[in-house]
Nanobody, 121 residues
């Protein structure tokens, strides 16, 4: 059974930093990419950052230069280092894993339960 376990959310003042972690249990599948998405109240869930198993990263324009995504393939874990946080970064952050089957076929997207990040002004 696929499970994604997130940690690291919390409350921080503007200008501060937080680090999110997400560990994935994905057997019998393997990971094509992992990433972070966020959803603020009254808004749709949107991309924050993704990283492929090969290390290619992609960021939303709003977080470029402030957030860094990294991964540990051996641990099936992805991290999101968030610096210079702004009140508009306040949201529930969701971990995502895009998986492939042992035959290399798309095995779908899986989501964590979400972790709250609150940035006070």
């Amino acid at each position: 059974q696929v499970q994604l376990a997130e940690s690291g959310g919390g409350v921080v003042q503007a200008g501060g930093s937080l680090r999110l972690s997400c560990e994935a249990s994905v057997r019998p599948f393997s990971i094509n990419s992992m990433g972070w998405y966020r959803q603020a109240p009254g808004k749709q869930r949107g991309l924050v950052a993704t990283i492929t198993s090969g290390g290619t990263t992609n960021y939303a324009d709003s977080v470029k230069g402030r957030f860094t995504i990294s991964g540990d393939n051996a641990k099936n874990t992805v991290y999101l280092q968030m610096n210079s946080l702004k009140p508009e970064d306040t949201a529930v952050y969701y971990c995502n894993a895009r998986l492939v089957s042992p035959l290399g076929r798309n095995a779908g997207d899986y989501w964590g339960q979400g972790t709250q990040v609150t940035v006070s002004s």
